[in-house]
């Protein structure tokens, strides 16, 4: 599994923006979908997951502002993020959870990471 994450930027606080992933490989393997951020000498944190089948999970500093969605036509998973504030700047990585039957692998595929910028 592979992805390519787009859509960051800079953006004034209380502003809006959609980041995207787009998926490729053996994408039918994968079971969940989620989008982490790492500020600036910080750890990478989970700010949203979606699991087939399941709940999905934000963090409680994004909840109630993002949104994450998975269009399986496109094999691509989306962040909205509204009512931006400067705590959210951070470089946001997509994930994708998969498990390959034909070689009974379980692993963790990662985006390339884009910097979204909130400024005050």
């Known amino acids: 599994v592979q992805l390519q994450a787009s859509g960051g930027g800079f953006v004034q606080a209380g502003g809006s923006m959609r980041l995207s992933c787009a998926a490729s490989?053996?994408?039918?393997?994968?079971?969940?979908v989620a989008w982490y951020r790492q500020a600036p000498g910080k750890q990478r944190d989970l700010v949203a997951r979606?699991?087939?089948?399941?709940?999905?999970k934000y963090a409680d500093s994004v909840k109630g502002r993002f949104t994450i969605s998975r269009d399986n036509a496109k094999n691509t998973v989306y962040l909205q993020m509204d009512r931006l504030k400067p705590e959210d700047t951070a470089v946001y990585y997509c994930?994708?959870?998969?498990?390959?039957?034909?070689?009974?692998?379980?692993?963790?595929?990662w985006g390339q990471g884009t910097q979204v910028t909130v400024s005050s």
């Open positions: 490989g053996k994408v039918s393997s994968i079971n969940a």
């Open positions: 994930a994708a959870e998969y498990f390959d039957v034909s070689t009974t692998v379980v692993g963790r595929a």
């Open positions: 979606m699991p087939d089948g399941g709940i999905t």
